[in-house]
């Protein structure tokens, strides 16, 4: 089995899911994902719910430079100059999916889950940004350190659903 789904989830991600979740509902709010190292996984847990998953509008996974651009109109500039993970990048991912959704909120993720090829490339290294519609897009950057794929992969879906709260609550 792929070592990211070895793990359950953790009852306070799935927790915070649902809160997450139902305070979308009770606000009559859409959310989307914009996703790159988590491959869908925030897109999943948040369809996964029942009761409230339909306050989920959409999903982008967008894993190469390519897909980034054509899907969510990253600029090849940023790609290019800060690279895919980079704060600018994380900020046009939330940007592109708040343009091209219906969502009032979104939550973006880029980083490297494990080591990359470069030297620069620092395993758990994860760029965050969220947005809600007409009021920004905020960034917010973790280094989980190199804690394995699946659980940097988690714990950015625990960072990404904090900040999709804080735009709900703002």
């Known amino acids: 089995?792929?070592?990211?789904?070895?793990?359950?989830?953790?009852?306070?991600?799935?927790?915070?899911?649902?809160?997450?979740?139902?305070?979308?509902?009770?606000?009559?709010?859409?959310?989307?994902?914009?996703?790159?190292?988590?491959?869908?996984?925030?897109?999943?847990?948040?369809?996964?719910?029942?009761?409230?998953?339909?306050?989920?509008?959409?999903?982008?996974?967008?894993?190469?430079?390519?897909?980034?651009?054509?899907?969510?109109?990253?600029?090849?500039?940023?790609?290019?100059t800060d690279g895919a993970v980079s704060e600018a990048a994380a900020r046009a991912l939330a940007a592109g999916a708040l343009e091209r959704s219906r969502a009032d909120i979104v939550a973006a993720i880029t980083g490297f889950a494990e080591a990359g090829p470069g030297p620069e490339d620092e395993a758990g290294l994860v760029h965050f940004a969220s947005g809600r519609r007409h009021r920004g897009v905020h960034h917010r950057l973790v280094r989980f350190g190199d804690i394995g794929r699946a659980r940097v992969r988690y714990g950015a879906l625990e960072v990404a659903l904090k900040m999709m709260r804080e735009e709900m609550e703002a």
Request: aromatic share 4%; net charge negative.
């Open 1 to 80: 089995m792929a070592e990211a789904l070895k793990l359950d989830i953790p009852d306070e991600l799935d927790q915070l899911a649902k809160a997450v979740l139902k305070t979308a509902c009770d606000r009559d709010l859409r959310l989307a994902s914009a996703e790159s190292c988590t491959g869908g996984l925030l897109a999943s847990l948040l369809t996964d719910i029942p009761g409230c998953s339909h306050a989920f509008e959409r999903g982008f996974v967008v894993y190469t430079d390519e897909a980034k651009n054509e899907l969510l109109g990253v600029p090849k500039a940023i790609l290019e």
